[in-house]
């Protein structure tokens, strides 16, 4: 596996070992062992997640306050442009992003830890993206950041508004939301 460091140290990017001819490709998308001793990432992961998205659906910016979930985030069908905002008060990359387009043809996969508020843009027809948790989902310690917050100035990758859920559409600015300290 290899380990790409982004702006954020703690934001990782992971390229795993492909091994692919003219009948196709297997690679372990998921190994305890290899994630803990290429990328130090020693975690439980408790749940797993799968989303579709029609292109040009936004979802985010989404973390838990109380139960905090690291992911670890795939795309399996299309493409998405990724992006973790660094929420954690005391950190030097408070109120800064990185993002990383994941695709099923790069098999990239992006290590979000807990502390950070999490979104993707679909970028094809349809994407999928399956992504394993560290804690368990909690309605009542959702938040929502604002996609298009001018403090945070994301560099969506959009020619028009987005298709949003009405929860996303209702997020808070980030000067107003919730953060870890």
């Known amino acids: 596996m290899n380990v ?6 703690e934001v990782l990017i992971l390229e795993p070992r492909v091994f692919g001819d003219d009948r196709g490709f297997f690679f372990e998308s998921y190994n305890q062992r290899a994630l803990a001793q290429a990328a130090g ?8 997640n799968h989303s579709r998205s029609a292109r040009n659906v936004l979802r985010g910016l989404h973390y838990q306050i109380g139960q905090p979930q690291g992911k670890l985030v795939r795309a399996i069908v299309g493409t998405v442009f990724d992006v973790a905002v660094d929420i954690r ?3 030097p990359t408070f109120g800064k992003w990185v993002s990383v387009e994941l695709s099923a043809e790069n098999k990239q ?18 994407a999928e993206i399956l992504y394993k948790t560290t804690d368990f989902w909690v309605p009542e310690h959702e938040r929502t950041i604002i996609w298009d917050d001018r403090d945070l100035g994301i560099g969506w990758p959009v020619s028009g508004p987005p298709t949003l859920s009405e929860k996303d559409r209702r997020g808070v600015r980030f000067r107003d939301a919730a953060v870890f300290e």
Do not use: Y
């Open 4 to 9: 790409i460091r982004t702006a954020i140290r």
């Open 41 to 48: 990432i020693a975690v439980p992961f408790v749940q797993d």
């Open 89 to 91: 008060r005391s950190s």
């Open 109 to 126: 996969m992006a290590w979000i830890p807990a502390g950070f508020a999490h979104g993707f843009l679909a970028l094809s027809d349809h």
